[in-house]
């Protein structure tokens, strides 16, 4: 990834420019580029780095997402994973003074399902 080298700068100066302790835990955090795992991620720091942290994690999950699809029965088993572990986590990100959750498609736990079921329909 080229544009690592730069994001990394950016997230540097900002760091520089508003130091804190949460400014400290989101730099490292973009700077891993495995932000999009953590359920409900507030990462604030560059604006559109949520885009890299998505073809990042994209890019990882590739090879075991084909895995994960190569018969038809682990298929199956593996959409019904992903909906539990995007069900256990919107119950875990529940806030109770939202009346509303707004679980949104910025993380890939809650994604999966999505990806699952477009290979399913691929294998069949």
Same mark, same amino acid.
């Given at each position: /990834?080229?544009?690592? =080298?730069?994001?990394?700068?950016?997230?540097?100066?900002?760091?520089?420019?508003?130091?804190?302790?949460?400014?400290?835990?989101?730099?490292?955090?973009?700077?891993?580029?495995?932000?999009?795992?953590? =359920?409900?991620?507030?990462?604030? /720091?560059?604006?559109?780095?949520?885009?890299?942290?998505?073809?990042?994690?994209?890019?990882?999950?590739?090879?075991?997402?084909?895995?994960?699809?190569?018969?038809?029965?682990?298929?199956?088993?593996?959409?019904?994973?992903?909906?539990?572990?995007?069900?256990?986590?919107?119950?875990?990100?529940?806030?109770?003074?939202?009346?509303? =959750?707004?679980?949104?498609?910025?993380?890939?736990?809650?994604?999966? =399902?999505?990806? /699952?079921?477009?290979? /399913?329909?691929?294998?069949?």
């Amino acid at each position: /990834m080229r544009i690592l =080298p730069f994001f990394a700068c950016l997230c540097l100066l900002d760091l520089v420019l508003s130091p804190s302790v949460e400014q400290l835990f989101n730099l490292f955090a973009n700077l891993t580029l495995c932000f999009n795992f953590i =359920p409900n991620a507030q990462i604030p /720091m560059i604006g559109v780095g949520w885009f890299l942290g998505v073809v990042f994690v994209f890019y990882l999950l590739f090879p075991f997402f084909v895995f994960l699809l190569d018969s038809k029965k682990r298929g199956w088993i593996s959409l019904g994973i992903a909906l539990v572990f995007a069900g256990l986590c919107t119950v875990h990100s529940y806030n109770v003074d939202i009346p509303v =959750p707004n679980i949104g498609r910025s993380n890939i736990i809650y994604t999966m =399902p999505l990806f /699952m079921t477009g290979g /399913m329909i691929y294998l069949y």
